[in-house]
């Protein structure tokens, strides 16, 4: 098991009291592609939130790779998201001003576990696997939007986290490179082993993940 959320409860307050989850517990698993599907204010976007871990002010327990995130003091969190958990958008975010294979370099720059040159090794191969070995100088701006968005799972990549969150990831895609980037996320949990969560309004996508989470006004439907 790679991650579990025990009995989620999340509650904002402001302008007034009002619970966006309702006991909440799933697991996933090495090797599996879970969808969370749901109408716009399901909550399944503040899951999606918590599971990342960015969001800690939550009643109940999330626990990655056997660690309860609840026990970690912000400092250790950060470093424990950095390695363990990687990160794909809706909106790519791939920097302007850097070229691709920087890009892909960032996040593991940023970590300072290795040297640049098996960095920069490490991001071609990466580039390779996602079809992509001949854009490393590109400017990124110049890349189409499926372009961008395959760049930005190798970037989410690059450090070897266990666990994928990706965020209506193929929002903004048309439907050839939605499929794309939903194969290359599934191969990803089938050739590297990794976990996959994915947060949806596409029905091809959630039809066919290894599992598929509804939520409905913050509950998981049974």
């Known amino acids: 098991m790679i991650l579990e959320a025990k009995h989620i409860h999340k509650y904002f307050h402001e302008p007034q009291k009002q619970r966006v989850l309702n006991n909440v517990s799933l697991q996933v698993h090495e090797k599996e592609l879970i969808s969370i599907f ?20 939550f009643k ?7 660690e309860n995130i609840k026990t970690m003091s912000p400092s250790y969190l950060t470093d424990f998201r950095n390695t363990h958990i990687g990160f794909v958008y809706q909106f790519h975010y791939l920097l302007p001003e850097f070229n691709v294979l920087q890009n892909v370099m960032l996040p593991a720059m940023k970590l300072a576990e290795k040297k640049r040159d098996q960095i920069k090794e490490e991001a071609l191969l990466l580039l390779e696997e996602i079809g992509m070995k001949d854009f490393g100088s590109r400017p990124s701006y110049k890349l189409s939007g499926g372009e961008q ?18 965020d209506e990831p193929t929002g903004n895609l048309d439907q050839k490179n939605t499929e794309i980037v939903f194969e290359l996320l599934k191969n990803i949990t089938e050739q590297r082993e990794k976990a996959v969560v994915i947060a949806t309004h596409n029905s091809k996508i959630y039809k066919n993940s290894h599992n598929a ?5 913050g509950s998981i439907r049974l």
């Open 60 to 66: 109940g327990d999330l626990i990655i790779n056997n």
């Open 149 to 166: 968005q395959r760049v930005a799972i190798a970037r989410a990549l690059i450090n070897d986290p266990m666990l994928i969150i990706a």
């Open 38 to 57: 749901g109408e716009s204010g399901s909550g399944k976007s503040t899951l999606l939130y918590i599971l990342s871990t960015l969001d800690t002010n």
């Open 213 to 217: 989470i509804e939520m409905i006004d």
